[in-house]
């Protein structure tokens, strides 16, 4: 599987940007899919995740009410909407691929593929 994250940029505080995730190279609904990011210094940190169906989504509290995690099987991407920026968003983002998951996981090390990621940087 091979997963490449766009939609990235510089944005202000307070803005919107829709990453998206497209994947190559495997049945695409056969697996969950999940979102992360890793400000500089940090760790790399769950952001929220969609099932193998699109069904269900899991967003971590720092973000939830302002993104949206959605998926479009028809054209194997997945999408992170981001609304209401704060310059504490500002992370590489990465999209990863867990093909032994039934429900969402937060653990990045379950994980089976990963992006390169995309820069997202909020200026206040």
């Known amino acids: 599987v091979e997963l490449v994250e766009s939609g990235g940029g510089l944005v202000q505080a307070g803005g919107s940007l829709r990453l998206s995730c497209a994947a190559s190279?495997?049945?695409?609904?056969?697996?969950?899919m999940g979102w992360f990011r890793q400000a500089p210094g940090k760790e790399r940190e769950f952001v929220g995740g969609v099932t193998w169906s699109g069904s269900s989504t899991y967003l971590v509290d720092s973000v939830k009410g302002r993104f949206t995690i959605s998926r479009d099987s028809t054209k194997n991407t997945v999408y992170l909407q981001m609304n209401s920026l704060k310059p504490e968003d500002t992370a590489v983002y990465y999209c990863?691929?867990?093909?032994?998951?039934?429900?969402?996981?937060?653990?990045?090390?379950?994980?089976?593929?990963w992006g390169k990621g995309t820069l997202v940087t909020v200026s206040s």
């Open positions: 190279g495997r049945t695409f609904s056969g697996y969950n």
């Open positions: 990863a691929a867990d093909l032994r998951s039934v429900d969402i996981s937060d653990y990045a090390l379950g994980y089976d593929y």
